[in-house]
């Protein structure tokens, strides 16, 4: 597992191994997506700062294993028959404002 590190923040982590967590963190799309994303009305990424990519820790391991295992708790709901997802995970080790606001807007 790699994290994510910017301005000393671990911001994110992945399940991929080195290489694929490095296409993932570099890939222009999850780029313009920190810069998108706030947490506490913040951006996430200023577009400038560099990143790290670091192997995690084993508290971020932990906390990814837990993240995962309340999205599976979630999922114990839905079709039995729904497939799992191929590929790496990733979980936010920040709050990301915009998926508050997605889990307000499901409570209504």
Same mark, same amino acid.
């Given at each position: ?8 923040? &671990?911001? %994110?982590? !992945?399940? &991929?191994? $080195?290489?694929? %967590?490095? $296409?993932? @963190?570099?890939?222009?799309? @999850? +780029?313009?997506?920190? &810069?998108?994303? !706030?947490?506490?009305? +913040?951006?996430?990424?200023? #577009? ?7 192997? %995690? !820790? *084993?508290? $971020? *391991? ?20 729904? $497939?799992?997802? /191929? #590929? &790496? ?11 508050? /606001?997605? @889990? ?5």
């Amino acid at each position: 597992m790699y994290t994510l590190v910017i301005d000393g923040v &671990a911001v %994110a982590m !992945t399940d &991929a191994d $080195e290489a694929e %967590a490095r $296409e993932i @963190f570099d890939s222009e799309d @999850f +780029k313009a997506d920190l &810069a998108d994303f !706030t947490t506490d009305g +913040k951006p996430v990424w200023n #577009g400038t700062s560099p990143f790290e990519i670091r192997p %995690a !820790t *084993e508290d $971020e *391991e932990d906390l990814f294993d837990d993240s995962l295992d309340e999205d599976d708790e979630e999922d114990e709901g839905d079709d039995a028959d729904d $497939e799992e997802e /191929d #590929g &790496a995970s990733v979980v936010f080790l920040v709050v990301v404002d915009q998926f508050d /606001d997605e @889990f307000d807007d499901e409570d209504e």
